[in-house]
């Protein structure tokens, strides 16, 4: 071919091209079926006729045990909205602890990532300072709780806050994908940290795992503030949260809490320091 006889041909290509899609466009808009193309296919690529005719299957929602014989959706309990969730309390609620996180300022995002999804709690366990730093003073919203070690959290979630599952957020053998939403009413997630991964220490709290998958080649895992997030959210999509009101392009945050201790750190549970003082009381009583 000659220059001028090539250029001939790529306008043809692209006028052919630019016809065929205003066929598509036309027909969409009509409600009909795009052309069938010369392999006898219908729409994009080589998927053949009737292959997309079947919807993929929606993952599991917590609403799907709660539908009356109409299938309509049950109206919440009508409990009092929890002033950390923004759900009713009689709502499912979900906990995040965080253990051994290497790069502290992941704590402020994951914080911030909490209260956006609904979290009951974020847990620390050991030191009760933590790194505010990318919440974006959304930790003034998020109840944060204390427990000296993982076996004292484990008991204490599940003896005071009514937890009957921890997962662990971990790529290993037997866990299952998020998506399959294997949680229960009051539910606890734990990630790893961001080089090694879960503990055996933490596993061994753990009643099962779950992970996130992933489809691109460039990565081996998730940063652990981007992983907490996904789980929080399918965690939230799986309880059925109502969504938050939103004014203009943002979404509507609450009433600034006032703080009762420092910033960053986390203060003395309430019921314990009435223990205290009770305790404080009977001993002066008795001098």
Known sequence: FTRATRARHTRGDVARTRRIAREHIARFERGMDPPASPDGTRGEGNVAEGARDEPA????????????????????????????????????????????????????????????????????????????????????????????????????????????????????????????????????????????????????ICDGFVYIRQHGPGTASLNVAVASALVVHHFALWAGYRERAREGEKFVVGERRMRTHARGVIGDDPDEVRRRRAAAREAAARE
Not at 98 to 117: D, E, L, P, W
């Open 57 to 204: 299957a929606a993952p599991p929602t917590r609403d799907e045990g709660r539908r009356d014989e109409d299938g309509a959706v049950r109206a919440p309990d009508g409990g009092e909205e929890c002033e950390w969730t923004g759900q009713s309390s009689g709502e499912p609620q979900c906990y995040f602890l965080v253990h051994n996180i290497a790069k502290k300022h992941n704590v402020g995002t994951i914080a911030r990532c909490a209260t956006a999804f609904g979290v009951r709690s974020v847990v620390l366990i050991g030191a009760k300072s933590y790194n505010t730093f990318g919440c974006k003073g959304s930790s003034n919203h998020v109840d944060f709780v204390h427990y000296p070690t993982l076996a004292d959290a484990r008991v204490g979630l599940m003896e005071r806050q009514g937890v009957t599952k921890i997962l662990g957020v971990e790529i290993c053998d037997g866990a299952v994908p998020i998506e399959t939403h294997p949680f229960d009413e009051r539910t606890a997630f734990i990630a790893g940290n961001e080089g090694d991964g879960l503990t055996k220490q933490q596993k061994a």
